[in-house]
C-alpha cells in the first residue's frame, strides 16, 4: 500500500472534517501508517513531528508502551458496557481519582464521549438545576468574545469563532457576548494582569444587569485555543468566580484543550485557585487514544436533581458510550503517567526550552507577538509589525506555513495567521529545536511577498 493508492481511495469514499474538500484537488492528503512518540509516518515512509499533538488530543506520544499494555488488558476483560443502571470498574476509579486530582469542592462525575457533548451536559445541567430550584427565569449563557467550545449547536451558541459559527446562526439560541481578556489587545506597557483585570469590567456590568435571567458564564481558562491561542491572566478568573457567587450565577470551565498539563498546572483553574461550578474535560483526558468527556460538577448541583422519580427532576441525557471502559482505562493509565514520571516538572524544562528556541521570532518583520502558557507557545503572523495589521485571511498565508513545514518533516497546523506549538509532553529539546526550525523557514517563506 502507498500514499498514492491510499489517497485516491479515500477521495472517493471519506468526508474528512473541517476541510474544503475541493483543496484536495492540489494539497495531498496524507495517509498515516504508524505512529511512535512524537512521530507520524506515512504509507510511504516520510515522518512527521506532531507539533499539535493530533489536534491537542496527546499527551504522551504515538503508541505509549504503559497505556497501550493498560488497554489490551482492559480489552480481555470488557470493551463497553452501558452506564444506566450498570457500573464498571475503570468508570469508578477514574470518577474516584479525578475529584481527587480537580480543585477543591468537586463531588460528581458525568460522563459523555466528547468535548462538545460535555459543553452540552454543563449547558443543560446548569439550565436544569437553576429550574428544579425554581429559578424559572434562567434561561441564558454568558460568554466571551473569541471563545470556542464546540461544534454541536448548543456548544456552537456560546461559541464566538465566526468563521465555524456565521452559517448556522438562525439555528441558534442567542447567547450574551462581553468583551474578551485576551492580551495581544492590551495597550502597549500595560502588563496582562492589568489588562485582564480591566477587561473585567464589562462582565462585572454584564452580571449585573442579566444576572436573574443567565444560567452561567462559559469561559476558556487562560488560553483561548481555537480562537488563535489567545491568552490572559488568572486575575480574570478570580475576579470571574467572585462575581459569580455574588450574582448567583454558575461558572462553567471549558478545560477540554486546557486541561491535563497543558498551561503548566494539571488544570488551568488551579493558577486562579477557583473551582468552578462545571468543569469540562475532554481531549487529553484519554492521553489522546479514545473519545471520552467528562463534566465534574458539585455536591449541591448533584442534590438539585435528587429526589422521588415523579418528581421529575433527574438530568436523563445519556449518549451510547456514556464512560466506555476503554476510554476510562486509557484515562487511568496517563493519569498513572502524570503521577509516576512527574510530568508538569518536566514540562517547565520544556516549556523553557520552547521559549528559548523562539526568542528568534520576537524581532521578525512579520511577527506581531510570541506569546506562551505552559506547553502552549503561539507566534502571530502580521502584514505590518507596527501597525499589527493582519494577513488578509484570503491569502491563506498559515497554510503556506502548513505546507513548507511538511515539506521539512513538521506538523504544524495554523489557526489563521497564528503559527503555535502545542506538542506531546514527550518531546525532547533537539526535537523542539527542529519543531521550531521548520517553523521559522516556513514563516520565512510564507512572507517573501
Ligand atoms: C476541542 C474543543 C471542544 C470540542 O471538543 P470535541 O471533542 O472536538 O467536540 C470544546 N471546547 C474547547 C475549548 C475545545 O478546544
Same mark, same amino acid.
Given at each position: 500500500m502507498d500514499n498514492a493508492t491510499l489517497i485516491q481511495r479515500d477521495l472517493a469514499a471519506v468526508w474528512h472534517p473541517c476541510t474544503q474538500m475541493k483543496d484536495h484537488e492540489w494539497l495531498p492528503l496524507i495517509p498515516i501508517r504508524r505512529g511512535e512518540g512524537v512521530w507520524?509516518?506515512?504509507?510511504?515512509?516520510?515522518?512527521?513531528?506532531?507539533?499539535?499533538?493530533?489536534?491537542? +488530543?496527546?499527551l504522551f506520544g504515538h503508541g505509549n508502551p504503559r497505556i497501550n499494555a493498560a488497554l489490551r488488558t482492559q480489552l480481555d476483560q470488557l470493551e463497553q458496557v452501558f452506564l444506566a443502571g450498570?457500573?464498571?470498574?475503570?468508570?469508578?476509579?477514574?470518577?474516584?481519582?479525578?475529584l481527587r486530582l480537580a480543585p477543591p469542592g468537586l463531588a460528581r462525575c458525568f460522563y459523555a464521549d466528547n468535548?462538545?457533548?460535555?459543553?452540552?451536559?454543563?449547558?443543560?445541567?446548569?439550565?436544569h438545576a437553576w429550574h428544579n430550584q425554581g429559578a424559572a427565569d434562567k434561561t441564558k449563557f454568558i460568554t466571551l468574545s473569541n471563545s470556542y467550545h464546540g461544534e454541536t449547536l448548543g456548544a456552537l451558541?456560546?461559541?464566538?469563532?465566526?468563521?465555524?459559527?456565521?452559517?448556522?446562526?438562525?439555528?441558534?439560541?442567542?447567547?450574551?457576548?462581553v468583551p474578551s481578556p485576551d492580551c495581544y489587545q492590551r495597550e502597549p506597557g500595560s502588563s496582562w494582569a492589568e489588562?485582564?483585570?480591566?477587561?473585567?469590567?464589562?462582565?462585572?456590568?454584564?452580571?449585573?444587569?442579566?444576572?436573574?435571567?443567565?444560567?452561567? +458564564?462559559?469561559?476558556?481558562?487562560?488560553?483561548?485555543?481555537?480562537?488563535?491561542?489567545?491568552?490572559?491572566?488568572?486575575?480574570?478568573?478570580?475576579?470571574?468566580?467572585?462575581?459569580?457567587?455574588?450574582?448567583? +450565577?454558575?461558572?462553567?470551565?471549558?478545560e477540554i484543550a486546557v486541561g491535563f498539563g497543558r498551561t503548566g498546572t494539571l488544570f488551568a483553574c488551579e493558577q486562579a485557585h477557583v473551582t468552578p461550578d462545571y468543569l469540562c474535560l475532554?481531549?487529553?483526558?484519554?492521553?489522546?487514544?479514545?473519545?471520552?468527556?467528562?463534566?465534574?460538577?458539585?455536591?449541591?448541583?448533584?442534590?438539585?436533581?435528587?429526589?422521588?422519580?415523579?418528581?421529575?427532576?433527574?438530568?436523563?441525557?445519556?449518549?451510547?458510550?456514556?464512560?466506555?471502559?476503554?476510554?476510562?482505562?486509557?484515562?487511568?493509565?496517563?493519569?498513572?503517567?502524570?503521577?509516576?514520571?512527574?510530568?508538569?516538572e518536566r514540562n517547565k524544562t520544556l516549556a523553557k526550552a520552547m521559549a528559548r528556541a523562539t526568542e528568534q521570532f520576537i524581532?521578525?518583520?512579520?511577527?506581531?507577538?510570541?506569546?506562551?502558557t505552559g506547553m502552549i507557545l503561539a507566534v502571530e503572523m502580521v502584514q505590518d509589525k507596527a501597525t499589527?495589521?493582519?494577513?488578509?485571511?484570503?491569502?491563506?498565508?498559515?497554510?503556506?506555513?502548513?505546507?513548507?513545514?511538511?515539506?521539512q518533516g513538521v506538523l504544524l497546523r495554523p489557526l489563521g495567521n497564528v503559527i503555535y506549538f502545542m506538542p506531546p509532553y514527550v518531546i525532547t529539546a533537539d526535537e523542539i529545536d527542529l519543531m521550531v526550525q521548520a517553523a521559522a523557514t516556513s514563516i520565512d517563506h510564507a512572507t517573501l511577498n
Open positions: 507520524l509516518e506515512d504509507f510511504d515512509g516520510k515522518r512527521y513531528l506532531d507539533a499539535i499533538s493530533s489536534w491537542w +488530543v496527546n450498570f457500573t464498571h470498574e475503570p468508570v469508578i476509579e477514574l470518577s474516584e481519582r479525578l468535548g462538545s457533548s460535555a459543553v452540552e451536559v454543563a449547558l443543560k445541567m446548569s439550565y451558541a456560546v461559541g464566538d469563532v465566526a468563521l465555524y459559527k456565521e452559517t448556522y446562526q438562525p439555528l441558534l439560541m442567542q447567547a450574551i457576548t489588562h485582564s483585570a480591566r477587561l473585567f469590567e464589562p462582565m462585572k456590568t454584564t452580571l449585573a444587569r442579566h444576572a436573574h435571567e443567565v444560567c452561567a +458564564v462559559i469561559v476558556e481558562p487562560l488560553v483561548q485555543c481555537a480562537g488563535g491561542m489567545r491568552m490572559y491572566d488568572p486575575v480574570y478568573l478570580q475576579l470571574l468566580r467572585a462575581a459569580c457567587d455574588d450574582y448567583g +450565577v454558575h461558572l462553567i470551565a471549558d475532554a481531549k487529553g483526558l484519554t492521553g489522546g487514544y479514545l473519545p471520552l468527556s467528562v463534566v465534574l460538577t458539585r455536591e449541591n448541583i448533584y442534590q438539585a436533581f435528587y429526589d422521588e422519580y415523579a418528581s421529575q427532576r433527574a438530568f436523563l441525557h445519556s449518549h451510547s458510550y456514556t464512560g466506555n471502559p476503554l476510554g476510562c482505562r486509557a484515562a487511568l493509565a496517563t493519569l498513572d503517567i502524570f503521577a509516576s514520571d512527574n510530568i508538569l524581532d521578525h518583520p512579520h511577527v506581531a507577538e510570541v506569546r506562551q499589527r495589521t493582519p494577513y488578509p485571511w484570503q491569502d491563506r498565508r498559515g497554510l503556506r506555513v502548513y505546507q513548507q513545514a511538511l515539506q
